[in-house]
């Protein structure tokens, strides 16, 4: 019985891509507005509480500051200060959902991982034209907190840059 699911656990292996990307399997499924956009507004639309100071260092302000900066490092778009001036408004949230504490991992339940979740608006519309999220990792210490928090806010960028069609300014470090 441990053969069998030993060669279907491999077989889902070729079948199933691996790896994390936000592309769909067709470009031409990603609203045209997401693609076409050149100016952004950023919104700030904070972090759940109890994040701050710990586990993360830093205030709630922290993802916003970062994700502004990298997003502007990037050069591909201009970042407006006035939501009316921008093709897309796109707002970042850190959520630390609720859910089981040491639940039977055994019948599928788990303890949620902090996330940061990116809504991309068309502007003209206020419609959601689509939502990116990426999951925080675990972690025992302060310093591995705030680093998986950090390459969890870069890899969100990348899934952002690989969505809107335009290749990431640096290579995100690999998942592990």
Wanted: glycine content about 6%; overall charge neutral.
């Amino acid at each position: 019985m441990k053969s069998i699911g030993f060669v279907l656990l491999a077989l889902l292996c070729l079948v199933v891509p691996s790896g994390h990307s936000a592309e769909p399997q067709n470009a031409s499924d990603v609203p045209p507005a997401v693609r076409s956009a050149t100016k952004l507004f950023l919104s700030n639309a904070g972090a759940n509480s109890g994040l701050f100071p710990k586990p993360f260092s830093g205030t709630p302000d922290r993802a916003y500051t970062q994700f502004f900066s990298a997003l502007k490092g990037t050069s591909q778009y201009v970042l407006v200060a006035d939501p009316s001036d921008a093709d897309l408004v796109l707002e970042l949230q850190l959520i630390a959902p609720a859910g089981p504490t040491n639940a039977d991992k055994q019948k599928g339940a788990s303890d949620p991982l902090p996330e940061f979740r990116l809504t991309i608006y068309d502007r003209r519309s206020h419609y959601i034209l689509w939502t990116l999220a990426e999951s925080i990792g675990v972690a025992n210490l302060q310093k591995t907190h705030d680093r998986n928090f950090d390459q969890a806010l870069t890899q969100l960028l990348d899934d952002f840059q690989q969505l809107a069609g335009k290749a990431p300014a640096f290579a995100s470090p690999p998942r592990r």
